[in-house]
């Protein structure tokens, strides 16, 4: 007759924890599925890594700074993730209709959210590893890591506080519609320049620099540099310690205001009926 | 009545498929990049980008250099920098017009089965990206006079040499973006990125921030076979006159050799353009990608 099996429900943590990896999932497997991606995905950044290079070599710049813009190039992937992979996403599944199986769907929309980052994060951390690979080879980067653990340290506080603010992002994005687009454009060279992606970041200057560590990879990148590099502190912003507690701090700051942006969100576009509304 | 309906209504226009065809699509292509928003958000969303791209470059100069904006290498940089927004925009903005009416707006099918010229409705589409692009590189052009003394003076511009370059120059770009739209329309997958890949290689080895002489020996040949070398080449000179860098690169080259080469490139890429086109509208009909929604 009729098969007895029980179907068990998750609830509480597991749910969480089962909606996060069932949404990380696929950005893990498409990445080594989609194998060609990986071509792209590398190629664009890697040709404009190697304008900088030429640019520095051009100008008789001091070989180290062959490594800042390789890093910096490195550190691109994980920003355009962010972007157009976090902050845009809600509102790509809103067009597709994605985002009304998710508002259904027993699962948390954070553990969605934190689904997404876990998967990007993975899958651009295999993108960036290449890009610094080929790069480091072609144009013949040497490296002097002084301290590994503060050095990993400071990575992961980097990448919990950037995709924390890529989840704080794509709740805003949603609200922008047909504007999130442009935003993530809009978001990518103006980045570069105030985050010093291919400069050490205290060129800017003292005020421009402080500003600009609202975003993670500014402190995160002028971090490592100090710490693959030289070890030399005078070509940093402030001194990696420092600059490790308030990437601490920024990626508790961003995550608990995603969450709170999510839930917001999700409570005024049930309530008036927006949520999956495509016409914005 | 609206700036396009003018021209619509001019008896040359209303006589042509085609001009209707282009006129309309840059009409449809201005409206699709600016409408979002309103004007000021749009005038202020299409200088930042590309004033950021420009003083990312600043910085790395100053920052080895202690700030000597008054060397000619400087100006160099900075100009052909400027004028590569051009070159982005156009050889990407085909390929996006067919993406956004393929994936975004659904409705490619419809365009390229109604009795129109697909050609020159493209050509229109780039034409908007062009104005945008046109815009920002005179604003960032002038953000480099005014603020780091850039050796661009009216009185000492080649306005000849500029004009003929411009032309020229332009119409090759519009030609290698029409080719890669419709090479987009022959494509199932990594349409999004086919255009920057090609525009970031041109950055690359067509000299825009620094001479071909840096690149590796084995490489330099690859920026002989680009338009852009020339045309940024023709360009720097139109408007540094003699305050432009000379690199042995290109510097055996005369002015009206430039200009010839620009014009071999544009009639050359303007027929292959136009019989590329053709083979990849039959092939993506053939293939049924002409309807397709790839979800990337």
């Known amino acids: ?280 | 009545m609206t700036i396009s309906q003018r021209i619509l209504d001019l008896p040359l226009v209303r006589r042509s498929d085609a001009l209707r065809t282009f006129v309309v699509a840059t009409w449809l292509g201005w409206q699709i990049e600016s409408n979002w928003a309103d004007p000021f958000l749009f005038a202020v969303y299409s200088i930042v980008r590309p004033l950021a791209g420009v003083l990312i470059l600043v910085v790395m100069y100053a920052v080895i250099t202690a700030s000597a904006f008054e060397d000619p290498t400087f100006a160099y940089i900075y100009v052909g920098n400027a004028l590569y927004i051009l070159v982005g925009m156009v050889i990407t903005g085909v390929s996006w017009a067919i993406i956004d009416d393929r994936e975004h707006y659904r409705v490619a099918k419809n365009i390229f089965t109604a009795p129109l010229n697909g050609y020159t409705y493209l050509f229109g589409r780039g034409v908007a990206r062009l104005i945008i692009g046109s815009v920002s590189v005179l604003i960032t052009l002038g953000f480099g006079i005014f603020f780091f003394g850039l050796p661009i003076r009216l009185s000492a511009i080649d306005w000849p040499l500029l004009l003929v370059s411009s032309v020229l120059g332009l119409t090759a770009l519009a030609c290698l973006g029409l080719i890669m739209g419709a090479w987009t329309l022959t494509m199932a997958r990594h349409f999004w990125s086919v255009g920057d890949a090609v525009a970031g290689a041109m950055y690359l080895f067509s000299g825009a921030i620094f001479p071909l002489s840096v690149l590796p020996v084995w490489l330099r040949w690859i920026g002989f076979l680009l338009p852009v070398t020339y045309w940024l080449e023709a360009m720097r000179r139109a408007l540094l006159g003699d305050e432009v860098a000379s690199f042995d690169t290109l510097a055996f080259l005369s002015n009206q050799a430039l200009v010839a080469i620009l014009a071999g490139f544009a009639v050359v890429l303007f027929v292959v353009s136009a019989y590329f086109y053709r083979w990849a509208l039959h092939t993506s009909k053939e293939k049924g990608l002409l309807d397709m929604e790839s979800g990337y």
């Open chain 1, 1 to 280: 007759m009729f098969d007895q099996t029980r179907v068990t429900k998750a609830t509480g943590l597991f749910l969480f924890w089962a909606t996060m990896w069932a949404r990380a999932y696929p950005r893990m497997v498409g990445a080594l599925r989609e194998r060609s991606w990986m071509f792209f995905e590398t190629l664009l950044p890697v040709l404009a890594v190697s304008g900088y290079v030429f640019l520095y070599r051009a100008i008789n710049a001091p070989p180290e700074y062959t490594g800042f813009a390789v890093l910096g190039g490195a550190m691109t992937a994980f920003w355009l993730n962010v972007l157009w992979s976090m902050a845009s996403q809600l509102y790509w599944d809103k067009d597709q209709g994605n985002l009304e199986m998710y508002v259904v769907a027993p699962g948390p929309l954070m553990a969605v959210l934190l689904g997404m980052a876990v998967g990007g994060l993975l899958m651009t951390t295999t993108r960036a590893t290449v890009i610094i690979v080929v790069c480091s080879l072609l144009f013949g980067v040497t490296y002097q890591i002084t301290d590994p653990l503060l050095l990993a340290a400071v990575f992961i506080v980097t990448m919990a506080a950037l995709y924390g603010m890529g989840m704080l992002f794509a709740s805003v994005f949603l609200i922008a519609g047909r504007e999130a687009w442009h935003l993530s454009n809009l978001l990518q060279e103006p980045i570069y320049l105030a985050s010093g992606f291919y400069f050490p970041v205290k060129a800017l200057g003292f005020w421009v620099a402080t500003f600009a560590s609202i975003i993670p990879l500014t402190l995160g990148l002028d971090a490592m540099r100090q710490l693959i590099f030289s070890g030399d502190p005078t070509i940093g912003f402030l001194p990696a310690t420092v600059e490790l507690a308030i990437l601490l701090v920024l990626a508790v700051v961003f995550i608990a205001a995603a969450y709170f942006a999510l839930s917001k969100l999700e409570q005024v576009g049930r309530q008036q009926g927006r949520l999956v509304e495509r016409r914005r």
